[in-house]
């Protein structure tokens, strides 16, 4: 297995690049053509990797690749869930070399998509080619590659309720997700869920100027800011009323289970150069980013914002605001709560808008189910250490949806490290990590 | 009078219109030639009109235009100012034409500079060309056109301080400002100051996932909304340590005196679209944009700001702020207080960082003053009413140095309207305003 993997490398990098050269951005309008071209590719690699048939279906977005390979139909069916779009690449001046023009450099893989999620669905697709080139197979497999879970996922859930016998299965597989680190791998056994929103508030018709105007006239910025200051108080709790109404407070023995995974403070804040953390009083920061609900914004705009100066009160102000939820929150009824209460605290001399952008709940499987089961066999072996489980701060909201249309539970084996910057300029993903990933997988259908 | 602006209208139109045409943008680089370019043209027109000399003087940055007439070294002198450099354009696709091509449209000039301060700097060079043409000067004149007056004239102090002689003066006159409407015009009595200064938080070395960080990490975005919130309280009232040390408090009687201006509510919110006025306890809306201090976020940026979303906790956020300051306010004090008050509330857990841009502090003109009479005089004959003394919201800091510099008070015969937009988009200047600003200058020099 090892060796196969190595011997066949350069032809999976060369064919891994094929796929990150094309820039699958899946919110920006400009790379419409690219997604089709994307999924026609993926689609090729797995009918080259063996599978019976593979094909591009098309959706109210962004297409979907399906594929399947049938052994037997008495045989357990895996569903091996990825996508093929990316995030944006800006700040593009950041970018140690082209985000489309992949390349390996010290011992790994860089270019967007390189990890998230073109370098790890890649991983799939070899494991299949080893397993099906030597006629091990003993599932049945499917292959559904998705071209919008960065903007959210707003089509699929219609796509899956509409081919749901297609898609019949056992077990979702996926690998779109970190480990904790090269030296301690986990698996993921559940996700929060999210809501994403944004807030305009408007002032003034047109701009003001700030000499004339200030100190009589509200201004949408220093209200915005306001606004947004006043959603989390001073023990890092989120005010929206009624936020934490479905909480599940974890017990004292599932807090300590989950501690189990090691953590050293200094070294966190050293890998993102902070200068100390803060979150919610009374838990870790493991809990804060994994089992606790959190509320970022994660992008603001308004006024002026080129060089120098300029004395202007603007008309608008803008900000993306997204919050992370836990299993049990319902992502429509936390964003309902959420535009209610920025309604209810908008002041009169402005205009406030609200708007969602799209949202999805987190999930859970059970430490104690045979797959997961397996792959902590599977990734014991790979790493000489026995995996520990951990909770997943981010979310893939189209999961939770897939389990409950299906009826089948998403195991979570990925293989991204923190070092990966996944989202951000010069992502990249570790070749060690592709092989082991690779690895892992095969021996996952060993043992599964 | 009347009959020589009127005949000679066109003429006057192709003549400011050419220098409309230079985007003489002062705070961006990219158009740093067309400032001299926009000098010179200035500098052939006041030769043109009569000057006995027009030169463009360089400084460290944009050049100073220079021009004068001597009619007799006893005669008292009077010193114009203007500034021929302009604001930015942005956001370039609301304009109904062309920034920089000017036009006339439904009795009005549009165009950046229509007013700020082109339009309102060639009613000195016409009223002058005018007198010098029938032989009816009575004073010295000199002109100083600056190009740095929309970035706070960081050159022009010393390089007036470094040409005291040639700008010796017994008066300072400047068009730059607005009057409070068609049908009440005003006198500027004195102007705010002004602390311009920018704060940037940094958070994480890098963009992070807010799904996998989120809820542990602090957001620059959210620490930076939390300052910038608490920078005033819930009475409007700046909370800057000491900010208020300075501030001398109108008596009843001064108030009284300047709420003579007229002032409709109503008439004020519909005129730039707004719901409801804020500001600070205890003022007049009038009163709060004049002889009270205030504090403007004028830009912010932090994030992604692009289409859709993305989940991101970004490595910075970053925030313009000015504050309008009233006479006896040290802007360099204010400045320092702001910067030694942001470190005092800034968290540990993030940099801050805050520095100023510019400032400038405010000035007054005694309303008992000849040059005050003189201009009261002028424009009652012209516009067959009382003018009435105003105050300022907006600063020129430049002319509280050149005040000091020289030894010559400032006075500010604004002809501007709030409708003219002067650094929105669509800033225009009434061709009644230009017609009546010409012929207020002419009386003002007849009654000085």
Not at 24 to 42: G, I, N, Q, Y
Not at 259 to 276: M, N, Q, V
Not at 384 to 409: N, Y
Request: aromatic share 8%; charged share 25%.
């Amino acid at each position: 297995m090892k060796k196969y993997i190595q011997d066949n490398e350069p032809r999976f990098l060369e064919e891994l690049f094929s796929v990150m050269r094309i820039p699958s951005v899946s919110s920006d309008p400009a790379h419409k053509a690219d997604m089709p071209r994307c999924a026609e590719t993926l689609a090729a690699l797995l009918v080259n990797a063996g599978a019976d048939s593979a094909e591009v279906y098309p959706t109210k977005g962004h297409p979907v690749v399906f594929g399947s390979k049938t052994i037997d139909k008495s045989l357990p069916t895996i569903l091996i869930y990825g996508h093929y779009d990316v995030q944006p690449v800006d700040p593009i001046e950041l970018w140690k070399s082209d985000p489309f023009e992949p390349e390996v450099r010290d011992g790994a893989i860089w270019g967007r998509g390189a990890n998230d999620d073109k370098g790890q669905t890649f991983m799939h697709i070899k494991a299949f080619e080893y397993l099906a080139s030597r006629g091990e197979l003993r599932h049945n497999l499917k292959f559904i590659f998705e071209g919008e879970e960065e903007i959210g996922s707003p089509s699929l859930a219609e796509w899956v309720e509409n081919h749901r016998e297609m898609l019949a299965c056992d077990i979702i597989l996926v690998s779109d997700t970190t480990m904790i680190s090269e030296k301690v791998p986990s698996i993921n056994c559940g996700m929060r869920g999210l809501s994403y929103l944004e807030i305009v508030v408007k002032g003034p018709d047109k701009d003001l100027h700030s000499g004339h105007y200030g100190g009589a006239v509200a201004n949408p910025i220093n209200v915005l800011c306001d606004i947004l200051s006043s959603l989390i108080d001073k023990d890092g709790r989120i005010t929206v009323k009624g936020f934490y109404d479905d909480v599940v407070e974890l017990s004292a023995e599932d807090r300590a289970m989950l501690s189990r995974a090691p953590f050293d403070l200094e070294e966190y804040k050293s890998s993102i150069g902070i200068c100390g953390v803060k979150g919610e009083k009374g838990y870790t920061t493991m809990e804060r980013q994994t089992i606790r609900p959190s509320l970022d914004v994660n992008g603001i705009w308004g006024g002026f914002t080129g060089e120098g100066a300029k004395t202007v009160i603007p008309t608008e102000a803008h900000a993306k605001v997204s919050m992370r939820l836990v299993p049990n929150q319902l992502s429509s009824k936390i964003s309902k709560l959420f535009i209610d209460h920025i309604r209810s605290i908008a002041p009169d001399y402005v205009k406030v808008e609200v708007f969602e952008h799209h949202g999805g709940d987190g999930f859970l499987i059970p430490i104690s189910s045979k797959a997961y089961q397996a792959a902590e066999r599977a990734m014991g072996e790979v790493y000489g250490i026995r995996p520990v489980p951990s909770r997943g701060g981010g979310s893939i909201p189209i999961l939770a949806e897939m389990q409950q249309i299906l009826g089948a539970d998403p195991l979570l084996m990925g293989f991204g490290l923190e070092r990966d910057c996944i989202h951000s300029p010069n992502e990249s993903y570790l070749l060690d990590q592709f092989r082991k990933g690779i690895e892992s997988i095969i021996l996952f259908y060993r043992y599964f």
